[in-house]
């Protein structure tokens, strides 16, 4: 009888340390690699905008980054949740084809310290410079400084391929980007003038590009990724965004991953 006892007390201990050995490996699989983020990123998009397609391919994409340099992400689609303390939770701002223009005086108040102030990074997209009097709102001149003192003019309704050529590869956000590159069916907004010289400019698109030909043109000075170096905060404009095919091309991604890490601070 107690041999009996003896053998089954063994065969649970034994069954009993199977069963903790399996379980351990199962959360070694499953438990991430690192404990926890290095930042923390805000990404604004409308709800309901033709640059939806655009805006649902970077959340796959930024997914993946996140996954890959080891940061979180969350969304909002307008401006109600944005003031001091809100903003002071996250180390970088991607404002993801969201316009200037329409936010709440809380955020307008928040946003400028936190780039003014340097309190966080900001990556801009497209709609970002969509600069003037629109939807019935007025242009809001903090940020129309901040974009350089620019006025939206224009566009391209019918797209255009054009060419991008890089003009200061130095730059931490143009690291591993080729001297030129080319931006398949875009709208390139046009300005009253260039924000040349209030801005530091990255990268210009050749007009003498375009593919088809257009009338829709700034000239002999078109720039469409620059940064604001009069702000603490690290920011960078990128115009391209509008549609989801940009993230097919290696130049756009490689762009946007320098921007992520270099806006934050890693």
């Known amino acids: ?43 604004m998009a409308e709800a309901n905008s033709i640059h939806r397609p655009f805006v649902n391919a970077a959340k796959i994409w930024l997914q993946k980054q996140a996954d890959e340099n080891n940061f979180s992400i969350d969304y909002i689609e307008n401006t109600e949740k944005i003031d001091d303390a809100f903003l002071s939770r996250y180390q970088l701002f991607v404002q993801l ?15 400028t310290k936190y780039i003014e102030e340097g309190r966080g990074g900001w990556i801009g997209f497209h709609h970002a410079t969509l600069l003037g009097e629109f939807d ?13 003192g620019i006025h939206f003019t224009n566009y391209i309704p019918k797209f255009a391929t054009g060419t991008v050529v ?9 690291k591993h980007v080729a ?14 003038k260039s924000p040349r010289p209030n801005v530091h ?25 620059w940064t604001n170096e009069y ?23 490689t762009i946007f991953h320098n921007a992520i890490l270099w806006a934050a601070h890693q």
């Open 1 to 43: 009888m107690l041999a009996s006892r003896l053998s089954l007390s063994i065969r649970l201990l034994a069954s009993a340390w199977l069963l903790s050995v399996l379980l351990l490996a199962a959360a070694t699989r499953s438990a991430p690699l690192n404990l926890g983020a290095k930042f923390k990123v805000i990404a």
């Open 97 to 111: 084809d969201y316009p200037p223009y329409g936010w709440t005086p809380k955020a307008v108040a928040a946003f």
């Open 136 to 148: 019935g709102y007025p242009m809001w001149p903090w940020f129309w400084q901040f974009m350089g």
């Open 166 to 174: 890089v003009e200061d590869p130095s730059h931490s956000v143009m």
């Open 179 to 192: 001297p030129t590159f080319v931006v398949e069916q875009e709208e390139w907004y046009t300005y009253d």
């Open 201 to 225: 400019v990255l990268a210009h698109v050749d007009e003498s590009t375009y593919s088809p030909d257009t009338a829709s043109k700034m000239g002999s000075d078109h720039p469409v990724i």
């Open 231 to 253: 702000m603490k905060a690290r920011n960078v404009y990128i115009f391209m965004g509008h549609h989801p095919e940009l993230f097919q091309n290696s130049a756009f991604t």
